[in-house]
């Protein structure tokens, strides 16, 4: 085995703002409270559940400028999310099953509808 699956990282202009957003669109907690770290080092978000990866928000000096390579898929509510501050970037349709969505700073994400077809 070369490697074995870790963590997911987001770099983030505003890393605090942008930890708050994914903890409350996905569920998710600080795994630290605030206060507890230096308020520039990355903030690890967890599902408290324990079924989903853990999250670093890395703080970056710079704008995302162009697409990302990797990103996260999630189940959810399209419309949810945007009210709490994502944008649609594609629509369903054609031969695509999800909407591509972006977070507050533009990092893509995928929205599928939940595995029994609900939104979740």
């Not at 400028?65 to 189940?75: A, E, F």
Request: hydrophobic fraction near 40%; aromatic fraction near 8%.
């Amino acid at each position: 085995m070369a490697a074995k699956f870790k963590d997911l990282a987001l770099d983030a202009l505003d890393h605090q703002a942008l930890a708050d957003w994914w903890c409350s669109a996905l569920g998710y907690v600080r795994r630290s409270p605030p206060g507890e770290r230096s308020p520039e080092w990355p903030v690890a978000i967890v599902d408290p559940a324990g079924e989903g990866p853990l999250i670093w928000l890395n703080p970056v000096p710079e704008r995302k400028t162009v697409k990302n390579r990797m990103h996260l898929d999630v189940w959810g509510d399209p419309a949810e999310l945007s009210a709490a501050g994502a944008r649609m970037v594609a629509e369903r349709g054609g031969e695509r099953e999800w909407q591509v969505m972006a977070d507050p700073e533009g990092n893509e994400f995928c929205v599928f509808d939940s595995p029994d077809g609900r939104r979740v």
